[in-house]
């Protein structure tokens, strides 16, 4: 299946104005077309980093900031901050958090290519549908390992391509051809953000690469949790001391 260069466009302004134009419905239209399962890989996620109370966590490109709620509402007394660079996704997860029972502390303005915060601060460090849309990957990845406490998590949960042809053949047709058009119509959206969705997914690296990629930059132990026969996957690693990364 091609990759349309144009619809991976991943340029800040762009990738911004794409989310802020769905930010009112982005919560709807996850559950919708993720048929809820979305849920579930969140929940999954949390318990595979097994925060503790007392630890900081950070979400980074938090959106709406159903992951950052989901920290705070499981565990008792973390601090967990949410951040991300898009103002209208910002605000809704503003106002789920004033709704919510157990609080985010906060949920700021950050960019995920240059965290406006200090290094080795956090336990957890977490990114979920998120890595996919930043500028550099790379530069991403570095800045969430940078923030983390050595020997401290990272978790990414992340769109991959099921492995097993069948599956990969019937899910890639409904995401390059079904789900651009259900998106579409619910968000009428005009910056072509539910094409770029399967545009993205299709070029960004997944599986052992990820796990490659994420172990040459400074994590170790990284292991790769395929969900819902590899639609996604969840990526978790410890940050390696400055020896071992030498
Ligand atoms: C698909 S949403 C994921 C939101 C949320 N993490 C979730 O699980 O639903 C991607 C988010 O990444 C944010 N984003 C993309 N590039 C970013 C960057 N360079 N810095 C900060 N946020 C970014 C977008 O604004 C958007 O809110």
């Known amino acids: ?84 660079f898009c103002p209208e996704m910002l605000e809704v997860a503003r106002q789920k958090n004033a709704k919510a029972t157990a609080k985010v502390l906060q949920f700021g303005d950050g960019d995920a290519t240059q965290l406006p915060v200090e290094s080795n601060a956090f336990d957890i460090v977490t990114c979920a549908f998120g890595l996919r849309n930043v500028s550099d990957t790379e530069r991403g990845i570095d800045e969430m390992i940078r923030v983390a406490k050595v020997g401290g998590k990272v978790g990414i949960l992340e769109f991959s391509k099921p492995r097993v042809p069948i599956l990969r053949w019937c899910y890639l047709a409904y995401f390059k051809y079904l789900l651009p058009r259900i998106g579409q119509q619910v968000s009428g959206n005009d910056h072509g953000a539910y094409e770029y969705l399967p545009a993205s997914v299709l070029a960004f690296p997944d599986g052992p690469v990820m796990v490659e990629l994420l172990t040459s930059r400074g994590l170790r132990d990284v292991v790769a949790y395929p969900l819902t026969l590899g639609i996604a996957t969840l990526y978790v690693g410890s940050k390696s001391t400055p020896k071992e990364r030498r």
């Open 1 to 84: 299946m091609e990759v349309d260069s144009q619809a991976v466009d991943k340029r800040g302004d762009r990738v911004r104005a794409m989310f802020a134009s769905i930010a009112g419905r982005y919560d709807l239209l996850n559950h919708l077309l993720s048929l809820n399962i979305d849920k579930s890989w969140r929940t999954f996620t949390i318990k595979k980093l097994a925060p503790t109370a007392g630890q900081r966590i950070l979400d980074v490109c938090t959106g709406t900031g159903d992951l950052a709620l989901g920290f705070a509402a499981r565990v008792p007394k973390v601090e967990v901050i949410g951040l991300d």
